[in-house]
């Protein structure tokens, strides 16, 4: 019985020559590094296999230390099944594109004069969605402008993993909530809060921002300054043509 994912020798020719002629290639196994290594198609991936992934081992994600900034995460959400189980990988000409908290590559991208591959041992389904953005097809979006041409393999990280972050700690609170928030790129940055039907509560930011992770108070007023009820409130926060929106609860 073939192993699901598996992709047997004949079947590994034909991919070779599928590259060989100009092809382009994603690739996604957790085991792809423990099926194919020692074969010809796996030098074709530009990886080394490490080690076999144990479960829970990878937890986030986050991009490589090329153009990304180092505290942009993914959660991953495999839960108890076999996502858990990620080959380590290494890279043997290609570029990192992902790697878990412990540092091991998981997705790499290998660019060569006739063709392009992406291989990965974490599963893109298993990525959890952002609030603002749903991180399955935005990624598969930028793979195929990849493809195509459209984004060299720079553009490709700096797409994926220049992205804004941001969370507010208290949630739920009472009397105030610090927001903090990352940006990858020097943007004007905006951030107001609002009620769950889209009523303006208040401005808490409109300025320009350098590269970094900053930090700003709400404390639970309102334009006028007064207290605001209890209940469900969004923070939206807005940098360049990135919009990223989070929930609060404020419980007096």
Request: charged share 20%.
């Amino acid at each position: 019985m073939t192993p699901p994912g598996y992709v047997n020798a004949t079947d590994q020719d034909k991919l070779i020559n599928y590259l060989e002629n100009g092809g382009n290639l994603y690739i996604e196994s957790v085991n792809i590094g423990l099926d194919y290594e020692n074969t010809t198609f796996f030098d074709y991936l530009g990886i080394e296999f490490l080690d076999d992934g144990d479960e829970y081992e990878v937890m986030t994600l986050k991009g490589g230390c090329y153009n990304c900034t180092e505290s942009l995460k993914f959660d991953y959400l495999g839960d108890i099944s076999p996502h858990y189980s990620c080959d380590k990988l290494g890279s043997n000409g290609a570029a990192l594109l992902l790697n878990s908290e412990d540092g091991k590559g998981r997705m790499f991208v290998n660019e060569q004069s006739n063709y392009k591959v992406i291989s990965s041992s974490v599963v893109i389904a298993a990525i959890a969605n952002d609030d603002s953005l749903s991180l399955k097809p935005y990624l598969f979006s930028e793979f195929v402008n990849y493809f195509m041409g459209y984004n060299p393999v720079t553009a490709l990280q700096e797409n994926i993993f220049e992205r804004l972050e941001g969370y507010s700690f208290p949630n739920p609170f009472a009397n105030e909530t610090t927001i903090n928030f990352t940006i990858g790129q020097a943007k004007k940055v905006k951030i107001a809060v609002y009620t769950m039907n889209g009523q303006l509560i208040k401005n808490l930011v409109h300025r320009n921002y350098k590269p970094g992770e900053y930090n700003v108070i709400w404390d639970a007023t309102d334009l006028s300054g007064n207290k605001v009820d209890n209940g469900w409130y969004l923070c939206k926060i807005v940098s360049g043509n990135q919009i990223l929106t989070k929930k609060m609860v404020v419980v007096h």
